[in-house]
Each structure stands twice: as structure tokens, then as C-alpha cells.
């Protein structure tokens, strides 16, 4: 027989964000996967680091920093292989993934390659949003009001579009286009409504309204804005 995969979310980055159950998982696991930067560290793998036993196997995807899919989507393949080595030979294999697998998470790709063939399963994680929100000190969205999700890359006329026709707004991987998204906020006039927040959960942890943001922001960065509401700060 076959192992089986798990796709456990860890949370945010403190690591008492993390569920009894992705905790259960880890500490008995047979085999442990994670994404990691080319040539740097798995944050994925930090999260849960205490909890992973000693003679555990480890399966490190390194993923190439470029823009270009092909490089990435070729790391996936390589860490689908060596994946499947150990689901073939009957070892359950758990792979770490911040946040939540299914929510703009690492976990999905390896999900597309992999679980057609070998028993699945997905353990959710509490979001960077929601994290975010707990940092501010403010609801994402209430009664009837419909949270808008928008990925930072997105191009800068459609954000314009999306975020003036949203209620309440929650602008994720800020990075390196914070001044494109700061630009946007203060030509809707909603830069006040806005508040930043950056490594949410982690001992670094910044919260600040949008107009006292930093220049450059890490990619483990967060825009929130709700229209109509008192200022987030």
C-alpha cells in the first residue's frame, strides 16, 4: 500500500497559531516536505521546527526566485518526484506550508500533481488574513458586507477598478509593489481607511496606518481597508 499525503497548514508564523492536529501530524511524521527559497531557509520549516523528530526524512523543494512560472513549476515537479518516491514505498509524507494549503499556498501544486494517485488529505491553517485582521484590532467585514481579496501584482487599472467597487478589501502580497498599491488607495481617497501590517504573528510584527508605511515592505506583508468605517488606526 501506498502512504498517504498531508497538506498541513501551519498558520501565520507563530508557531502557537498552529492546529492540535497539524501539531499531531508533524511530530509523528515519517517524512516531512516544505518549500524553501533557492539557496536561503524554508520559513515553512521554521514554523514547525521544534516539533519535527529527530529521524525524520526530509524533502526540501527549493524554489528559484524569478518571475518566469517555468523554473518554479519545474522545482514542483522535481518535489513531486521525490515526493511520490516515499508515498510509493509506503511512507506518509507530510508537507509543511504556512497559512493555509488551499489559500494561495504552496501545498496546491504539489495537490495538482499528486493527488489523483495517492490518498490526500488537507489540513487548513489560520490565514495571513485573518492574522492580520487580530493584529489591527478590526473586523475584515460585517452583517452583509463582501471582503474583497486582491493579489499585489494584480495590474494597476484593474486594482483601481476592484478596490472602488469593494466594501471592505484585503490586499495581499504587498512587497515590492506597496507604492503601486499606496498610489491606488490615495487616488480612490481611501489611503486613511487603510492599514499596513507586516510578518503578522511574528516577534517583528509591524501594524501601522497605511500613510506611516515604510517605502519597501516585505513580501510577508498586508494592506487592509474597509470603506466607511472608522479609521483602522
Not at 497539524?22 to 524553501?36: C, D, E, N, T
Not at 522535481?78 to 510509493?88: E, S, V
Not at 499585489?152 to 487599472?157: N, S, V
Request: aromatic residues 6%; contains cysteine.
Amino acid at each position: 500500500m501506498s502512504g498517504k499525503l498531508y497538506g498541513v497548514g501551519l498558520g501565520p508564523g507563530d508557531p502557537e497559531l498552529m492546529t492540535l492536529k497539524a501539531h499531531r501530524l508533524i511530530a509523528g511524521a515519517q517524512v516531512i516536505a516544505y518549500p524553501s527559497l533557492e539557496g536561503g531557509e524554508s520559513f515553512a520549516r521554521s514554523i514547525a521546527a521544534e516539533f519535527i523528530p529527530q529521524d525524520c526524512a526530509e524533502v526540501a523543494i527549493s524554489i528559484p526566485m524569478s518571475v518566469a512560472r517555468k523554473p518554479a513549476q519545474d522545482a514542483y515537479d522535481t518535489g513531486a518526484a521525490d515526493i511520490a518516491a516515499h508515498l510509493d514505498a509506503g511512507r506518509n509524507v507530510v508537507v509543511l506550508c504556512e497559512g493555509d494549503p488551499f489559500f494561495y499556498g504552496s501545498f496546491m501544486y504539489l495537490f495538482s500533481r499528486l493527488a489523483d494517485r495517492y490518498p490526500t488529505e488537507v489540513v487548513p491553517g489560520v490565514t495571513s488574513v485573518t492574522a492580520c485582521a487580530a493584529a489591527l484590532g478590526r473586523p475584515l467585514a460585517a452583517r452583509n458586507e463582501v471582503l474583497t481579496i486582491i493579489p499585489g501584482p494584480m495590474a494597476e487599472d484593474e486594482m483601481r477598478d476592484r478596490i472602488g467597487a469593494a466594501e471592505a478589501v484585503a490586499i495581499i502580497k504587498v512587497g515590492r509593489h506597496l507604492a503601486k498599491i499606496r498610489r491606488v488607495l490615495q487616488s480612490l481617497g481611501h489611503e486613511a481607511d487603510a492599514g499596513y501590517i507586516e510578518r503578522a504573528s511574528l516577534p517583528m510584527q509591524k501594524v501601522l496606518p497605511l500613510a506611516e508605511a515604510p517605502d519597501e515592505a516585505p513580501y510577508f506583508s498586508m494592506i487592509l481597508m474597509m470603506k466607511g468605517h472608522d479609521p483602522w488606526l
